[in-house]
């Protein structure tokens, strides 16, 4: 007899989304490329599910060279043709040209921070400023926080684009630099223990 396991809510009853949330949101991340895909996606994500931009991923990631800054920071007009005539990834030339202009600011960041890690990391909430008790009723009441409000203007004034307060927000939760798996959830102790043991980058 199958032990019925407790996820957040949002995870639904999809394979793919229930194995997103098991194995990868809210467990943290110090790898540029992965923190970088993740801010592009959600770009991509704006106005749509998460759940649409999960299943078109592997197309993204071949559609932008796995999302390897140096590469897609040199993409041009060319690129942006190809890209919009790509069905495999959501064909919107403002959030293509966003990526793009990204790579190149995420460029600047590593110059200045020595990593995107070190700069993303500095923006985690301190303890004491996160909610005890997460219910799922409380965590819809989320969806911006001071934190990711101040990242959000931060990365506008560095000129990145399509990083508003909910964008950088859903990023930091699935990025792990806050545990929002909810109290219940078979995943909130493994994440905590993780985020416990991560030596964050400087």
């Not at 943290?28 to 996606?41: A, H, I, N, Y």
């Not at 950088?168 to 102790?189: I, K, P, S, W």
Request: proline share 4%; glycine share 6%.
């Amino acid at each position: 007899m199958d032990v019925e396991i407790t996820r957040c809510d949002w995870a639904g009853s999809d394979p793919l989304y229930q194995h997103y949330h098991d194995t990868e949101w809210g467990y943290p991340v110090d790898d540029d490329t992965r923190l970088f895909e993740k801010l592009c996606l959600e770009g991509f994500q704006s106005g749509l599910s998460w759940l649409t931009i999960l299943k078109k991923r592997e197309n993204f990631r071949a559609a932008f060279a796995g999302f390897d800054i140096e590469t897609v920071a040199r993409f041009t007009e060319a690129d942006v043709e190809r890209l919009l005539s790509d069905a495999g990834i959501v064909r919107h030339r403002g959030k293509i040209n966003s990526t793009i202009n990204n790579a190149q600011r995420a460029l600047a960041l590593r110059e200045e921070f020595g990593s995107l890690a070190a700069y993303f990391w500095r923006f985690e909430p301190r303890p004491e400023d996160r909610p005890g008790d997460l219910s799922w009723e409380s965590l819809r009441q989320i969806a911006t926080t001071p934190a990711s409000t101040v990242l959000s203007k931060d990365l506008k004034k560095r000129g990145f684009s399509f990083v508003g307060p909910t964008t950088c927000y859903a990023f930091m939760q699935a990025m792990g630099l806050v545990n929002d798996h909810v109290t219940e959830c078979h995943c909130r102790e493994k994440a905590e223990a993780e985020r416990a043991a991560f030596v964050r980058p400087v």
